[in-house]
């Protein structure tokens, strides 16, 4: 039985570990299911709205993931799941308006 324990134990702590580190931003590559920090960090080759956005302009949530994304102008703004892709596309102009006020702001303190 203690051998069954240590057994688990350490499952576990690998579980966590693995968790802890997935979907951190560590990867530059753009897979459509990572989540990133920074827009900048998505190597998808892909001029970005914003290289600064670390937040979904739908939800507000930090995170980004490679492969949700909208097309503005030849740019792209990302996203955080599907379904905040899709209100975004209902309501464009507003989120635009959001993400320049963004802009701005990284500008005024960069």
């Excluded at 897979?31 to 302009?57: N, V």
């Excluded at 949530?61 to 899709?86: M, P």
């Amino acid at each position: 039985m203690k051998g069954r324990g240590f057994v688990i134990i350490g499952m576990v702590l690998a579980i966590f570990v693995f968790a802890a580190t997935a979907g951190c931003g560590g990867s530059s590559q753009g897979l459509p299911g990572t989540t990133y920090r920074m827009a900048a960090k998505i190597d998808d080759g892909a001029q970005k709205y914003f290289e600064h956005q670390r937040r979904c302009p739908v939800c507000g949530e930090k995170g980004l993931v490679a492969g949700q994304y909208v097309e503005v102008d030849g740019k792209r703004v990302y996203l955080d799941s599907e379904a905040c892709k899709q209100e975004f596309k209902k309501n464009q102009s507003q989120y635009l308006g959001k993400m320049d006020e963004w802009k701005k702001q990284w500008e005024s303190t960069h």
